[in-house]
């Protein structure tokens, strides 16, 4: 199962009822459909691939109270930070305000796995007031919630896996290795804790209109002080391209089950 999820794994990031604006990839802009009639929200998912990632799973789960539902994705980039110093994700800074400004959603929700808002200070930087990626990410959240009516949802940031390790989980498993071995080895530090503190000071400094979605009691055992990604069967709640898995996305379906039904 953990092979079959990493090979379809791209396959899995499409959506049935969005229609894509490229039909070439899950990534970019879509609109969904067939939403219920009664909805009464216009609703925003935005991020890197953990929006698509996400897609199906937010339209079962909150699907129900949107009127309509805007969809964008953006491979490798974050939208509060221009992640990689390439032209795709310098437009993409520049195209998440755009559509959240054409759309002006009642709620939006930034879905992303993060890629570099974890990196540490630069030399003699000590707080957020001089950290030029902070404030960057405050910048590009301010514009956002100037067009969204209510709330602005952050998926809060944990770590990432070793892509090479998924394939190995079932050997390891089945050789008896140590559980803690095994977690150990499909963590990546990457600095998620300075994102987590940089997400957490943007919402204090978001007016009131932002609100973290964490996964932490999810995955981060309080015993053995760390986060585990895969269930005792073996079976892995992420895939190699650093993407929930299906089996990882049913087991994060509770915490959107309660974020909808609080809308």
């Not at 998912?45 to 109270?65: D, P, R």
């Not at 795709?88 to 890629?115: G, L, Q, S």
């Amino acid at each position: 199962m953990n092979y079959r999820w990493n090979v379809n794994d791209l396959k899995n990031l499409y959506a049935p009822t969005c229609d894509y604006e490229s039909i070439k990839t899950p990534y970019g802009w879509c609109r969904h459909r067939d939403l219920p009639k009664y909805g009464r929200y216009k609703m925003a998912i935005f991020g890197n691939s953990w929006t698509a990632n996400h897609a199906k799973l937010f339209v079962q789960e909150c699907g129900y109270k949107a009127k309509s539902l805007l969809q964008g994705a953006a491979w490798g980039c974050e939208p509060l930070l221009v992640s990689a110093d390439t032209d795709t994700c310098r437009a993409n800074f520049t195209t998440f305000v755009e559509r959240i400004k054409k759309e002006k959603p009642d709620y939006a929700f930034h879905i992303t796995r993060e890629v570099s808002i974890g990196r540490g200070f630069p030399p003699n930087v000590t707080t957020f007031d001089q950290d030029p990626t902070y404030q960057t990410m405050k910048g590009q959240t301010l514009k956002l919630i100037e067009n969204i009516k209510y709330k602005l949802y952050i998926v809060h940031a944990i770590p990432s896996v070793q892509p090479g390790s998924i394939s190995k989980i079932a050997e390891w498993v089945k050789n008896g290795t140590d559980p803690m071995v095994v977690q150990r080895a499909l963590l990546r530090p990457h600095g998620f804790e300075m994102a987590r503190k940089r997400y957490e000071q943007l919402v204090k400094d978001c007016n009131g209109k932002c609100i973290l979605i964490d996964y932490t009691s999810i995955f981060y055992n309080n015993v053995t002080k760390i986060y585990e990604y895969y269930d005792k069967k073996g079976f892995s709640y992420w895939t190699a391209d650093q993407h929930f898995s299906p089996h990882g996305i049913e087991h994060i379906r509770h915490v959107w089950t309660g974020v909808c039904e609080q809308l």
